[in-house]
T-cell receptor
Framework: GEDVEQSLFLSVREGDSSVINCTYT??????LYWYKQEPGAGLQLLTY?????DMKQDQRLTVLLNKKDKHLSLRIADTQTGDSAIYFC?????????????FGTGTRLKVLA | GAGVSQSPSNKVTEKGKDVELRCDPI?????LYWYRQSLGQGLEFLIY????????KSGLPSDRFSAERTGGSVSTLTIQRTQQEDSAVYLC???????????FGPGTRLLVL
């Protein structure tokens, strides 16, 4: 079946840039998403990109999409301790008139002061 | 409220009992989704409602799981004869259906003893 993969852990120093990577297998993906989950909280949508785009920037966040390689990345500039959380990559696709959503296992980002 | 709400926030039950989880989507959102997040695993898509269309039940793990959405708004996820492997965080999300961006609730943490 279709799959979304992420590395499990990432550790960076405060002020550095963080890059969280994700690969997916579904070539019919329509949207790709990044969500943030802080301890004890629900998921927060950070940003999303339509599959015919290759880049989207939103303040400190930059999303890069390589559709050929099915690779998505999230770059966080000037990473802060408040950015410590689990980051989920997800993709959606339209199949037989309904939408399917597949999430990765999440990357736990730890920001060191 | 402005966001997706879920209740209860925590539920502890005994094996074999039935449980009901409730989701109130963002007002006006036509699409509603249920997911399950088990410890150390990615999000698992369970079921999806879009307007008055028949729900996509393909993700439900067994016939013990069912969901309803009354009046196109509030949804209830019911798990009958709960098992210990049902212990997880159950997340609800809604979207306007226009751009497929989903907004998540805080989740219900279910523990089956």
């Amino acid at each position: 079946g279709e799959d979304v993969e992420q590395s499990l852990f990432l550790s960076v120093r405060e002020g550095d840039s963080s890059v969280i990577n994700c690969t997916y297998t579904d070539s019919s993906s329509t949207y790709l998403y990044w969500y943030k989950q802080e301890p004890g909280a629900g998921l927060q949508l950070l940003t999303y990109i339509f599959s015919n785009m290759d880049m989207k920037q939103d303040q400190r966040l930059t999303v890069l999409l390589n559709k050929k390689d099915k690779h998505l990345s999230l770059r966080i500039a000037d990473t802060q301790t408040g950015d410590s959380a689990i980051y989920f990559c997800a993709e959606s696709s339209l199949t037989s008139g309904t939408y399917k959503y597949i999430f990765g296992t999440g990357t736990r980002l730890k920001v060191l002061a | 409220g402005a966001g997706v709400s879920q209740s209860p926030s925590n539920k502890v039950t005994e094996k074999g009992k039935d449980v009901e989880l409730r989701c109130d989507p963002i007002s006006g959102h036509t699409a509603l989704y249920w997911y399950r997040q088990s410890l150390g695993q990615g999000l698992e898509f369970l079921i999806y409602f879009q307007g008055n269309s028949a729900p996509d039940k393909s993700g439900l793990p067994s016939d013990r799981f069912s969901a309803e959405r009354t009046g196109g708004s509030v949804s209830t996820l019911t798990i009958q004869r709960t098992q210990q492997e049902d212990s997880a965080v159950y997340l609800c999300a809604s979207s306007s259906g226009l751009d497929e961006t989903q907004y998540f609730g805080p989740g219900t943490r279910l523990l089956v003893l």
